[in-house]
């Protein structure tokens, strides 16, 4: 059966650009994957030869025609060496690196050269960034390239191209790379968020609310969640605005439950930035607590959760499979 017209195109694009995923690490750059064309600069070298030679041959001069054949040799030869600046060399794994929403998600790859040739001037590109990086013989060096992120979930690196035009500039030669590496992106944290909650979890598992004990440390303006046990009902009543009682002590005996429905805000994503900010606060003061994202989950309300564990839930929480 032959082969529809469409799949012939798509084959033959998947075999000039790549456009599509079908790499594994580590991988190496062989010579089928390497493309090569003059740059810019060559093509106006080819030019001049071009030049140089009419003239050579319009007034008969031998120096010219020596010249002009000894420069169009080291043309020929910058090819050999640019396409050889780049064959040979791999990517061994790709490390991400975990961040907020906002930043930049920063991508590690470690590129290695098994040859006994030493490789210099390797640029890594995407869509976004790019980057260079020299690789000894024998040897691999780190590249890093990062990408801009606007919401949590997972960002994909997406396709990479290697590319160098060492040693003159004359050539340029490149080649593709696809990877799955993701990079898992925390939401944002809430600037600005109310003060921690004060529901926490008593000895028999039960959500209760905070005791606030010790003395009265001062007052603080109201912020949206904060508890109504905490109003400074006196000075409300004197028309002097709206405070919160601070303590010198404010434990209540068990772990803290920070919870979407504690957020008292509507958006999801809305809720899940205000945690963030509020497990960041608990982790500085070494409050424990407990974070809980679905009722119906005994394990996830029971376990104690770190800092890092705790961003990686809200990141991935309700996406999309």
Request: charged share 20%; with cysteine.
């Amino acid at each position: 059966m032959s082969a529809t017209p469409a799949a012939v195109n798509n084959k033959v694009r998947q075999r000039l650009f790549r456009s599509r995923a079908l790499d594994e690490l580590p991988i190496t750059i062989e010579h089928q994957r390497v493309y090569i064309l003059p740059t810019r600069c060559g093509i106006a070298y080819l030019i001049s030869l071009l030049l140089m030679l009419v003239a050579s041959i319009n007034y008969a001069l031998n120096l010219g025609y020596a010249l002009c054949f000894l420069l169009t040799g080291l043309f020929a030869a910058s090819l050999l060496h640019t396409y050889k600046n780049l064959a040979g060399i791999g990517i061994k794994k790709i490390r991400p690196q975990e961040c907020f929403a906002g930043q930049n998600a920063v991508f590690d790859v470690e590129v290695f050269n098994a040859t006994d040739l030493p490789r210099y001037g390797i640029q890594l590109k995407t869509k976004y960034y790019a980057t260079s990086v020299a690789v000894d013989a024998n040897a691999s060096s780190v590249a890093q390239l990062q990408k801009n992120t606007l919401t949590r979930g997972f960002e994909s690196i997406e396709r990479i191209t290697l590319t160098s035009s060492y040693p003159l500039g004359l050539w340029r030669t490149w080649c593709y790379v696809h990877s799955d590496s993701q990079a898992l992106i925390y939401p944002k944290p809430e600037v600005d968020a109310p003060v921690l909650p004060t529901q926490a979890m008593n000895s028999d598992g039960d959500k209760s609310i905070a005791r606030l004990s010790g003395d009265i440390a001062g007052l603080r303006n109201y912020q949206p969640g904060d508890s109504q046990n905490a109003i400074a009902w006196k000075q409300m009543a004197r028309g002097q605005g709206i405070f919160v009682k601070t303590f010198e002590d404010e434990a209540s005996g068990g772990d803290l439950v920070l919870s979407l429905e504690s957020t008292k805000l509507f958006d999801l994503e809305e809720k899940l930035s205000r945690l963030t900010a509020w497990i960041i606060e608990a982790d500085k003061q070494n409050i424990n607590y407990q974070l809980e994202l679905n009722a119906n989950s005994a394990a996830e309300q029971s376990d104690s959760a770190n800092l890092t564990n705790a961003l990686r839930r809200l990141a991935k929480y309700q996406l999309a499979s």
